[in-house]
């Protein structure tokens, strides 16, 4: 029986120095093919006696199956390898730039916009809107500002082509003509926020031709300045993510409120940026005040049951304080440099829960 | 409106500083711009008594002085012509800063002669840019007191801004009230004392307006006072006027200014001896001409009210006098005008002439009806005082306006408005300090005085006692919440616009906010630039017309970046086109452009900005923002501006989603932008709103049976569509074929000329059995029909 076991101890030897699936193979057909050294040693059982079959069956199968194991696990011990030999030649480098993704961005106005919508939607404020052409009526005349008011002075109005029949419609001067679209076509209670594109004959370093404004308008039957100061209070805090406001009121003169109220936040400006909250400093916010009794007469609302409160502010103006863009111009220039730099990521999306802003 | 502190004390008697009154003002809403201290820069600075100036020995325009500061004598070198013997100057010693600089005045030797200190012109003080020579003060100046105060400089200026309904603030007595109303003082009387007049005024006043004509001149009142003798006034008028930044002229003129600051009521004083005749109040006729003060010849119409003698107009009235009637040194006859007009009808004419006077400023904002011949009288106490003479009776015509009408008020009113609590005494103490007559019970009758005409109603009455009673106290009171959990509030359109806005910036687009305004020639080439469009009065010639699209802004813009160097952007904006001039006739327009070629990188091969890219954008806008597939078909057709053989419109019926396409390149050449450049628009308006099919979703059921997937390769005209392509296959059965898609378009070598090879692959989705080959092969061969029945394609082989 020593042949088996030199036969066993060469075949092991040949299959472990098979150095690839070729001469594995080779060595597999030599040993397991139709006429290798195992087969033709399996077909001599068949012309042995019994005992001798008893005896060296065993020795035989085993070392059958003894060497077909050796040839699994050599071929895939040979497959890693050739594996890894290739996945080695495979080598890139890594430090190569991705492929590049353009990088998109929200405009401050819209995210400041998306803010402050947030913000009003927690108390209820529907967000209205309207034409920026508009009728002198909404603009003016049902604002309390009629013509020849010196008010309307203070707005220099653009105006398009005359009609046909003379009037002249111009570019809204503030978004106060969503207001009273909004009070003749509802009924009160009335709670919106108007945001737009307001336009004035106006342009220097603080002042474009464009720019655009957000009103808040509440109408019912028992809101008075107590709450606006509150709404205004609430919607600073939350707007500039600070704990603490404080508000100087200072008393001021808009034809469609009365009284009208003008809002400082103070603010530290000591230190080159602006630090809300605190400091010897104030910021105006905006103006405010009462709904004029003769506007809501002229819009259609009973004044003598209805009131409610009017604030405005500058919505860029907002967008500036809050993320420190010191130029008004920049924001309809359209500089690729200017949008990357102050725009915002698509998925910041602005909500109550997460934070107005990262 | 600025007034200095002293001033403020002629009216108002308090002890408090500047800076509280200054805070008062503001809270009280008389707005506080600046506080300027003049004298702050000039605490240094002395009067000095000059002993004796002789020529210095060796320079002939020096001169040596010796100078009495009153604690020394000492030697200055002084170069100023008009420095002498005898006469009070400003004294700088060695060791002063000098105003505005940061020089330190040493001991100096000037040709050999040692100088111990200077005396100073006015621009060495900064108080103005005189250097002819040094300050003269009066003789009385004591020596070694401040100069500011010989100068008259040691009183602070106020300036605060007037709000246009607050006529009555624009003077200092009107504010000193206020002041007084807010508990910073108390108010001295104000009354204007009567001047006798010694005879008859030879100038009769008239109003002369034709019925129908706007009764510009309600009340003209006047007085000819003789005999007067023009000169320089007073040294604290002229301090006064030059402290609010008014330049003294002469006394007849002076006054005038001096009661417009100090009461709110502009004057004219005309030399008599230039005017003919009586003089009345009228409206211009047309073409009428006035030389005016400001040296400016005005051309008028009959919307104007003018004060005119028997021969000519001799003032744009409320505005502005006539030159050739204006008073002069040699001046001895003068005639003081006092009229009230109508506020609406000089700000109209204020405009139309281009004037912003003090005069102006004053009517537009409602002057008091019933200080008109008060401002006579205290015109003509002044006059008498400065230049002498004899006053003439005092001559009137018009009435005063009716008093102002009488307002019910309750407490209640204050809380319902401000929510604040202020009891009835201190509400009826406001109002009549504030010069309000309040009578009755519950509810009181109030009625605002002559110079309030802003006032008409208890929310005006409500101001005026939360302004003086103080904001500060309003408190704070939480609004009510409409629902415990806040509920949406956006409309769809908002949210539609949203999510197209964060969908576009999420592919790359950087979002741009530009002018609602462009210019005429760039309008026109997207279908506007029409009269109807067009902005009246521009504030550039490039932004004159509405825009009709948001292409062209983007474009600019583009170009902008373009010239700076970039070449590649993809910018977007979510903005309005005006279709008309007509309020409303606007439409919410989603539009993007790309330009230049993606961005160069080692791993892929640059492609330029194309049809497709645009494509894809649109249909991810149209997708997210309806919040389904898009699967209405491109038809290969767009608006001028696009590329006529690379562009596209999406259109549900008639009504038009979006287009898109590669921009025709005449487009960009008038934008001076090198191309490629594509883009889209999207009518956001246009997008229907999605149908409400409550909250969950269909029944999810997916099938069991492994779909198959064929490929077919088409040999097609070049011109047949792909749509054609995809329709004819998608139609051979709809519940079968699951998706089909195009994988390969291949013109060129192997196919023959005018032809193309598109291949597509379709996917078979069984859902109740597995198919056979057999089925397989007849959908496949039913699909080789239906698109070569549709197009003339065949399979190719």
Known sequence: ?358 | MKFTLSWLKDHLETNADVQTIAAKLTAIGLEVESVEDRGAALREFTVAHVVSAEKHPNADKLKLCMVDTGSDIVQVVCGAPNARTGMKAVFAKPGVTMPGTTDVLKVGTIRGVESRGMLCSEKELQISDEHDGIIELAPGAEIGALAADALGLNDPVIDVSITPNRGDATSVYGIARDLAAAGLGSLKNGSVEQIKGQFPSPRAVALKFADGEVKACTMFSGRYIRGVKNRPSPQWVQDRLRAVGLRPISALVDVTNLISLDRGRPLHVFDADKLTGNICARMARVGEELLALDGKTYTLDSTMCVIADEKAVQGIAGIMGGELSSCADETVNVFVESAMFDAKSIAATGRKLGIISDARYRFERGVDPAFVVSGVELATKLILEFCGGEPSDVVVTGELPAPNKTIAFTPAAVKRLAGLEVDRPEIVRILESLGFTVEGGEPMQVTAPSWRHDVDGPADLVEEVVRIHGLEHVPSLPMTRTHAIARPTLTPGQKRARIARRTLASRGFNETINFSFISRAHAALFGGGDDMRQVANPIASDLDAMRPSVLPSLLAAAARNQARGVSEAMLFEMGATFQSGMPGDQALCASAIRMGAAARHWSKAEHGADAFDAKGDMLAVLETAMGAPMTAPIRAEAPSWYHPGRSGTLALGTKVLGQFGELHPAVLAAFDLKGPVCGFEVFMDAIPEPKSKGKARAVFAPSAFQPVERDFAFLLDRDVSAEDVLKAARSVDRTLIDAISVFDLYEGKGVPEGKKSLAIAVRLQPKDKTLTDAEIDTIAAKIVGAVAKATGGTLRS
């Open chain 1, 1 to 358: 029986m020593s042949d088996v076991h030199s036969l066993e101890r060469d075949l092991l030897a040949a299959i472990a120095n098979a150095g690839d699936e070729a001469a594995l193979e080779e060595v597999r057909v030599s040993a397991l093919g139709k006429k290798g050294s195992i087969s033709e040693l399996l077909k001599t059982l068949g012309g042995m006696n019994a005992e001798d079959r008893k005896q060296k069956g065993p020795l035989i199968n085993g070392l059958r199956d003894k060497v077909s194991g050796a040839i699994a696990a050599r071929k895939s011990e040979l497959a890693l390898a050739a594996l890894n030999a290739r996945l080695q030649a495979e080598r890139v480098d890594v430090t190569l730039p991705a492929r590049p993704e353009p990088r998109g961005s929200i405009h401050p106005v819209s995210q400041v916009l998306d803010e402050i919508t947030a913000i009003f939607a927690d108390l209820g404020f529907a967000v209205a809107e309207g034409p920026d052409v508009e009728f002198d009526d909404y603009n003016f005349t049902k604002l309390n500002i009629p013509p020849d008011h010196p008010a309307r002075q203070m707005h220099d109005t653009f105006y398009l082509a005359p009609q046909a029949d003379d009037s002249q419609h111009l570019l809204r001067t503030h978004t106060s003509p969503v207001q009273v679209r909004t009070m003749l076509k509802q009924k009160p209670p009335i709670r919106v926020i108007a945001p737009g594109r307001t336009y004035r004959v106006d342009s220097d370093a603080t002042h474009t031709p464009m720019f655009h404004q957000l009103e808040a308008l509440v109408i019912d039957e028992q809101t008075n300045l107590g709450h606006l100061k509150w709404v205004v209070e609430e919607f600073c805090k939350a707007f500039f993510e600070i704990d603490t406001v404080e508000l100087r009121a200072r008393p001021s003169f808009f034809p469609f409120t009365e009284p009208s109220v003008e809002w400082d936040m103070r603010c530290d400006r000591s230190g080159g940026q602006t630090i809300f909250g605190t400091g010897h400093d104030w910021l105006e916010l905006g103006g405010s005040g009462m709904v004029n009794p003769h506007v809501l007469e002229m819009c259609g609302i009973d004044p003598s049951r209805y009131q409610g409160f009017a604030f405005g502010f500058g919505l860029d103006r907002m967008a500036m304080l809050k993320y420190g863009a010191p130029d008004l111009r920049p924001f309809f220039e359209s500089d690729i440099r200017w949008l990357r730099h102050f725009g915002f990521a698509a998925l910041d999306i602005p909500t109550l829960d997460g934070g107005l802003s990262r």
